[in-house]
């Protein structure tokens, strides 16, 4: 069973940034991995993927702020944030595709003056 650890949120002005990481315990072939976000209120939503050769997609809200990258060697993933808008508070989580795990705990990122 694979087990995701989120970590690297909190509270930053609009404009600031962020570096979230996601340690994956469990397997070392995970196909894809993924961010997901959940805002108060709403669904969980994809924010960005990499896949195992290292290609990657970012939903339109955060395409050219938000970069995930992936360190095969650690098992971890990392979503470096920037030009962080108050749209964009919410838990972030990450998991993996196309198989899905148990969700982690996740980590709050609260964008806010």
Known sequence: QVQFVES????????GSLRLSCVASGS???WRME???QPPGNQRELVATITRDG?????DSVKGRFTITRDYGKNTAYLEMNSLQPEDTAVYFCNSSPTKYRWGQG???TVSS
């Open 8 to 15: 690297g949120g909190g509270l930053v002005q609009p404009g």
């Open 35 to 37: 961010w997901y976000r």
């Open 107 to 109: 980590t709050q990122v």
């Open 55 to 59: 290609a990657t997609f970012y939903a």
């Open 28 to 30: 070392t072939n995970l």
